[in-house]
């Protein structure tokens, strides 16, 4: 087996859609971390990407369940030999917005969602891992954050991880 | 306000006519209706001013400090002046200074000025309001108030004019100036001139004086000069201007970043307020109809309205939802492109969080009021009326917006 120490990535470039312009200076509206939960995964493992999220004082994320507004997304792009399973949204706070008089599903606080990756165990998976020492993940991490007076346009973050493959 | 300059003489005319009044129209009636004469004639005969000699009828209103004045409360003044003013009106913007002067020169001399709002708030059509930064509602008097540092009493009598169909005032402003004995001693106008500059008599302060020194009032009735008073019978007869603008079209155009930074420009001649929003910001659709209100109200006045939705084109359809649901007939946009950022930044490289996003600018171009962020519409507005150009016959408007 292979012992490859893990590598891991993550681009974090704001902006919308294709051929985004990078604004001079853009305000940071939500902190993103991100870690696996294994360096080493082998054909049929099961692990884990784990965002821990937290929106900037006064600033409310969508959640999920919301309707008219732009829901945060966490997204693993499909690829040979990844299995990827439904991403835990957690609980919603309620955010009141009283011009509207609208009670929307948001994220206000430090808040986490976690990924479930495994390995293909399937003939085609092994198929499409066989050779493979280290497999890079992507993933888009896209959200649109407000404040009582301000609301920014949507963002997609592209995020890359590296994990290393087991021969099993 | 709305001055229509090809009416100028006409209403020159009607101010020199053998009734001795003159007020300002501010909604010309069609061929169909009744002339400005005629109208003005109609309402002399409903509410008929009140005559010199008779006794100030009572009163009980509601005042900007939330709490009921009556007549009798200022019984203890020798004379009493009651000025029917208007937040709307320009010439009655043009007086307050010189009434809150009245109130400062005469404070220690026992003389009570108070005002009273007569106009019904629905009696008043969007374009009426053209000079305009809140409407002649109660709440709105205390914003006007408070800005303008009123030092006098400010009642209401809108919803029933009840009161005001007793005094009759003719327009705003017109005042009335009663003696110890609460009977009318003069009513009309303030002074002469409704610009403040070469004021020939000072028709009210004549008045006063010749009370305060116990002698007959030389001159008891001006003509006066303003906004006609909005009575509530004539409610119906505002609401014409909202059915045209309900049965105007909401249209959405697709326009791109290099015409938007045309737009930037201002190629309209006139000033110019552009919006961004999008359906996703909560912010912008609270603030929206206020600014299309601010467009209705001063489209009359060389000024233009533009939105741009900053979603994406794939988003088109829920644009245009929200468009229809505000009636936004103005001139709406939406980019060609996915790139949000780069809408912003072509549009103007300095624009760096998001929406909503207003900016006025003037027909020369210059940017004369900037937010980013839900708007301030008093300040917006009073930004705006103080760039519009005076019609003539309110000359010292623009300038009275520039506090």
Known sequence: ?168 | MRIVIARRFALAASMLCATATAALAQTPAAPSEETYAQQMAREQSEHPTLKIGSPAPDFNLIGIDDKMHTLREYSSAPILAIAFISNHCPASQLYEGRIKQIVRDYADKGVQLIAIAPNGPMAVAPRELNYAEVDDSFDSMKIHASYREFNFPYLYEGDTQLIAHQYGPKVTPHIFIFDKDRKLRYEGRIDDNMRGNNIKTSDARNAIDALIAGKPVPVEHTPVFGCSTKWNSAIAGKQKEMKEWMAQPVKLETVSIDQLKQLRKNPTGKTLMINFWATWCGPCQTEYPELLTSYLWYRSRDFEFVSVALNTPDEKAAAQKFLDEKHSAVRNLIVDTDDVYGVMAGFDPTWESGVPFTIVLAPDGKEIYRSEGEADILALRRKILGVLPDAGMFAGNTEYWRK
């Open chain 1, 1 to 168: 087996m292979r012992s490859v120490a893990l590598f891991f990535a993550a681009v974090l470039a704001a902006g919308a859609g294709a051929g985004a312009q990078q604004a001079p200076s853009r305000p940071v509206l939500l902190n993103i971390q991100s870690h696996l939960s294994a360096e080493r995964v082998a054909a049929g493992d099961t692990f884990t990407v784990t965002l821990d999220l937290a929106p900037a004082p006064g600033i409310h994320v969508y959640a999920p369940t919301v309707v008219d507004y732009k829901p945060i997304a966490f997204t693993i792009g499909p690829q040979p030999g990844l299995v990827v399973r439904k991403v835990a949204y957690p609980q919603a706070e309620k955010y009141v917005y009283a011009p509207l008089k609208q009670t929307i599903d948001v994220y206000q606080k430090p808040f986490r969602l976690v990924q479930e990756l495994a390995l293909d165990p399937s003939p085609a998976g092994r198929a499409a891992l066989k050779g493979t020492s280290m497999l890079t993940v992507k993933g888009t991490l896209s959200y649109q954050a407000c404040d009582e007076k301000i609301c920014y346009p949507p963002r997609t973050v592209p995020m890359t991880w590296t994990v290393a493959v087991k021969e099993s």
